[in-house]
């Protein structure tokens, strides 16, 4: 390697590795005024002499001149055993700095105007001299003078312009001194030519690869996968035809025995027979060699995709860079303090997603501290601390990426999401008072909604949030909100951690085969008739105690299939909050595949489908989008689930019809309460003088004491007249809701009309 091309790949290198220090720096910083400063500091002070010593090997003379002083600043901070808000800003600012020097390397020979000013300020605050910019002093001696770049150098291209004056261009003589200044550990290398070889070495060992080669290396072990598994059938095929041949030739021996042979015949018989068993034993070892072989090369081949798919994989640490620095300057234009913190920002993700998710993250911070987070004043008033915390938690989960952008701000108001829907017309006041508070802050994804009156450059919580959510979910993800008034909100994005190859689980659909996610399924589960339940005319299947929808999936797809069993196999999924089990014809197998998109008229913009992938039988595999058909399922159905009631009530259901009990029982346990039931209101009467119940739902229509009745004698008995009771009949007239009324129920509520909503709204009304 000549010497341009060395010293380029070291400093390109060097920008690679300067950044990621810097993030670790940044984020230490963050936590030199926190119980864990002394180990914060020892970190910041660990990557602060590497960054300077390799700035100072490769000329970078103001990188390394910036590094000392923050050092130094570091350093006195240290010996006054606490360190201070201003040494702590001082040091942020210096990582700004810093920022701008890696991302220019031209600057980062020479310096600039704002590093001078850094490096003086920081060495006011420590009260130690200001280093020299070493890299100045080393370039006088070269041998060889190299043209200073002219004024008009464009910034765009700094290596290309200017890169040639720096000293790592050429080896410094071995007799040059070092400078006065440098302590016994901050010496160059003895040997320069050998730190560059050494520096060669590393840069050696990483390589840029261009995205696209890596997209078809994932596709090509995907491909592999598939005919491997295809060589495994044909292995199989190739056993079941040396088996035939086996049985064959025992019949053809056994026919031989059956008459009487010459002496002649019976030895040719007999070598016959020899040389069919040696065939036979030959067949079986090829069949086991080639079983091994197929497995070996199926290891093999696994490996390989993992590989390739961990090759895509790029640590987020490269979006969130830019992130503290953004988010500060964002908070001093509007009188607020931010801190952010950042959790496993090491965490890798597809390279191919990188775009999406930072514009989703970016979304999200904004909003954070333009409408999350409280201003200074109003966080004292609260007794909260002044300075706003966002944090960013990331966590690798299976295949899926959790990633979490939590604030501590005045949280999302339900009510005030439905004021504002109603007044931008995006809701009626009818729906919005049957709205749980789920459901209202669901609202934030509706395009178009905004909570602000007036439109500015950042947007306010909720505007934009379609787009966010259609981002995530076209890459096979989900957005979930949850939110306490006046202590903050926290958003979860739940995103595959690559594209290139995806876990599924296959199903039958008649002669098809569909694919659905494996970090969608939540489980399997054979339908049972007992299971199956009707709630309010949506069709609902009992899962682990609670209904959730019931849906065939062949149909909801426009093909045949689903349902024609008396216990259908059915896959649970989820998305967010929401679950459902979908019918299929049969579970087909479990595997990774590489996911293709759909090309040609036929699938391409489809409903419902994300991609496809080659199976080894020859068939392509429809894959599903979750997110599509979660969407479908909550349209077709009314909700037969919803979030728990903060308060759990104990109810008296009163109903002389055991299918209307089941029903209605279901129904209210799927808002949380429990149930008791009751045959009459003779029974419940009676039940109600030794227990003791929150609510009481009644049929007006019953033997020995109707409806009507059991809500006089309720209302007439002070121990129990405080219990509030819901009338649900099937009588609909003005003048049996009167006599309701008049009888002293809280509620009358008709039976045909009667929807998970309505109900939901009159019981918190009255409890």
């Known amino acids: 390697m000549d010497t341009e091309a060395l010293k380029k790949s070291l400093l390109k290198k060097f920008q690679e590795v300067s950044a990621d220090r810097l993030q670790k720096i940044q984020l230490g910083v963050l936590d030199l005024e926190k119980e864990t400063a002394a180990q914060a500091a020892d970190d910041v002070a660990r990557e602060l002499h590497t960054m300077k010593g390799e700035a100072r090997m490769l000329g970078l003379g103001a990188i390394g001149q910036m590094a000392h002083a923050a050092e130094d600043v570091l350093r006195s901070e240290r010996e006054r055993k606490t360190a201070t808000q201003v040494a702590t800003d001082l040091l942020r600012r210096a990582c700004d700095v810093l920022s701008d020097l890696i991302e220019d390397m031209a600057a980062a020979h020479t310096g600039t105007p704002a590093s001078e000013e850094m490096v003086k300020a920081l060495s006011e605050a420590s009260g130690h001299p200001a280093p020299p910019i070493s890299g100045k002093a080393s370039a006088r001696p070269a041998a060889t003078p190299v043209p200073a770049a002219p004024a008009t150098a464009s910034k765009a291209a700094p290596q290309q312009s200017r890169a040639p004056a720096a000293p790592a261009a050429s080896p410094a003589p071995a007799s040059a001194p070092a400078p006065a200044h440098a302590k016994a550990d901050e010496e160059a290398p003895a040997s320069a030519p050998a730190a560059a070889a050494h520096k060669s070495s590393v840069a050696d060992r990483s390589i840029r690869v261009n995205v696209e080669i890596l997209d078809a290396l994932g596709v090509l072990a995907g491909d592999l996968l598939v005919e491997n598994a295809r060589g495994r059938l044909r292995g199989l095929e190739t056993a079941d035809l040396f088996e035939r041949f086996s049985h064959l030739s025992d019949r053809f021996l056994r026919l031989g025995e059956e008459f009487q042979l010459s002496p002649e015949l019976r030895a040719k018989m007999e070598g016959i027979e020899s040389d069919l068993h040696m065939l036979r034993d030959d067949a079986f070892r090829f069949v086991r060699r080639n079983d091994d072989g197929i497995n070996t090369l199926h290891g093999n081949l696994a490996k390989l995709a993992d590989t390739v798919a961990e090759a895509r994989l790029v640590p987020l640490a490269s979006v969130f860079d830019a992130f503290p620095r953004a988010m500060r300057e964002l908070a001093r234009n509007q009188g607020k303090e931010v801190d952010l913190l950042i959790e496993n920002a090491d965490v890798g993700v597809d390279r191919s997603m990188l775009t999406d998710v930072r514009d989703a993250l970016v979304h999200l911070l904004r909003n954070a501290v333009d409408h999350g987070l409280e201003t200074p004043e109003a966080r004292e008033q609260l007794g909260k601390p002044a300075m706003g915390k966002v944090r960013i938690r990331v966590r690798a989960d299976g295949d899926m990426l959790h990633i979490q952008v939590e604030d501590d701000g005045r949280g999302i108001d339900p009510e005030r999401l439905k004021q504002v829907a109603v007044s931008k017309h995006l809701i009626t006041q009818g729906q919005a008072a049957a709205m749980s508070e789920r459901e209202a802050i669901d609202l934030i994804f509706r395009p178009g909604f905004s909570t602000r009156e007036q439109v500015s450059e950042i947007s306010g919580r909720g505007v934009g949030m379609d787009v966010v959510k259609r981002k995530v979910e076209t890459l096979g993800g989900s957005v979930g909100v949850t939110s306490r008034i006046g202590r903050g909100s926290t958003i979860t994005l739940r995103l595959p951690q690559s594209l290139a190859l995806m876990k599924v689980l296959l199903v039958r659909l008649g002669d098809d085969v569909y694919g659905i996610p494996a970090a969608d399924v939540v489980a399997v589960m054979r339908v049972k008739a007992d299971d199956r339940m009707e709630v309010f005319g949506t069709l609902a299947v009992k899962h682990r105690g609670k209904p959730i929808a019931l849906v065939a999936l062949g149909p909801l797809l426009g093909v045949n299939g689903g349902n024609r069993l008396d216990k259908p196999p059915a896959v649970v999924v989820r998305h967010g909050e929401d679950n459902a089990a979908l019918v299929v014809d049969g579970f087909v197998d479990e595997r990774e595949v590489a996911v293709k998109p759909c090309g040609g008229d036929f699938l391409k913009g489809a409903p419902f489908i994300a991609g496809t992938a080659a199976l080894e039988d020859g068939r392509i595999a429809v894959l599903c989008h979750v997110p599509d058909i979660m969407s479908e399922v909550r349209r077709m159905a009314r909700p037969v689930s919803q979030q728990p009631s903060a308060k759990r009530l104990r109810v008296l259901l009163v109903d002389d019809s055991p299918i209307a009990r089941a029903t209605e029982g279901a129904l209210v346990k799927a808002l949380g309460h429990s149930v008791e039931e009751a045959q009459d209101g003779e029974e419940a009467y009676a039940k109600v003088q030794s227990n003791t119940y929150d609510l009481i739902l009644t049929d007006v229509q ?66």
């Open 702 to 767: 019953m033997p020995k004491m109707d409806g009507f009745s059991l809500t006089r004698r309720l209302k007439t008995t002070p121990a129990v007249a405080r219990i509030p009771v819901i009338i649900l009949s099937s009588l609909a007239s003005p003048e049996d809701k009167r006599r309701g009324l008049e009888a002293g129920a809280d509620g009358y509520l008709v039976k045909g009309e009667l929807g998970v909503e309505s109900l939901a709204l009159t019981i918190e009304r009255l409890t």
